[in-house]
């Protein structure tokens, strides 16, 4: 089993509808939590951190369930431009980051 | 500051031969990280350091690779001899606290 697994999609939505996106861990004892973005033939990028109280960046919001180990995204509004891989992100003490496999997404016109 | 910077962009090299993918960190992280993504694996950690002592290493494929932090601001990652399942985007990564910031990434090619 992988320590951090996602489905990996492919989402095709049209513009405007909103999507999850679902992550588990492993690690039990993990303490930071990330969502980052990668364009195609870039490097990935912070998108935004996952706490457990849940937070909001705009139309992005992220959850954290620790007892479930379980991390979500979801993206209300979609853009077109949100079309990218969304990679979940688990940080253990000590600093090793694990990165899952990533999710695609296409927002269609 | 610049950001993390990598070099070369792209590198094409006949199997066998040594390979070597350079990494400057972004002044004042104190973590470096390198990962190697393939469509087949997706992205892989393979080693990190902090403070310029190599942590965790278990990442790395085998010998042929090895890596080196002489310095708070350079890393490199070295494949030696080269074999064309080695072809990858290698990306270095460094952090200051939680996050981390990632280079633009070598495109390796071994033909």
């Known amino acids: 089993r992988k320590e951090v697994e996602q489905d990996p999609g492919p989402f095709n939505v049209p513009e405007g509808a909103t999507v999850a996106f679902n992550c588990t861990y492993s690690?039990?004892?993990?303490?930071?939590f990330f969502w980052y973005r990668q364009d195609c033939r870039k490097e990935p990028k912070l998108l935004m951190s996952?706490?457990?109280s849940g937070n909001e960046d705009g139309r992005f919001t992220a959850q954290l369930n620790r007892a479930s180990q379980y991390i979500s995204l979801l993206i209300r509004d979609s853009k077109l431009s949100d079309s990218a891989t969304y990679l979940c992100?688990?940080?253990?003490?000590?600093?090793?980051?694990?990165f899952g496999d990533g999710t695609t997404l296409t927002v269609k016109p | 500051d610049a950001g993390v910077i990598q070099s070369p962009r792209h590198e094409v090299t006949e199997m066998g031969q040594e390979v070597t993918l350079r990494c400057k960190p972004i002044s004042g992280h104190d973590y470096l990280f390198w990962y190697r993504q393939t469509m087949m694996r997706g992205l892989e950690l393979l080693i990190y350091f902090n403070n310029n002592v190599p942590i965790d290493d278990s990442g790395m494929p085998e010998d042929r690779f090895s890596a080196k932090m002489p310095n708070a601001s350079f890393s490199t990652l070295k494949i030696q001899p080269s074999e064309p399942r080695d072809s990858a985007v290698y990306f270095c990564?460094?952090?200051?606290?939680?996050?981390?910031?990632f280079g633009q990434g070598t495109r390796l090619t071994v033909v």
């Open positions: 690690n039990s004892a993990s303490q930071s």
């Open positions: 990564a460094s952090s200051f606290g939680q996050m981390s910031i």
């Open positions: 992100v688990v940080r253990a003490a000590g600093g090793k980051s694990t």
């Open positions: 996952v706490y457990s």
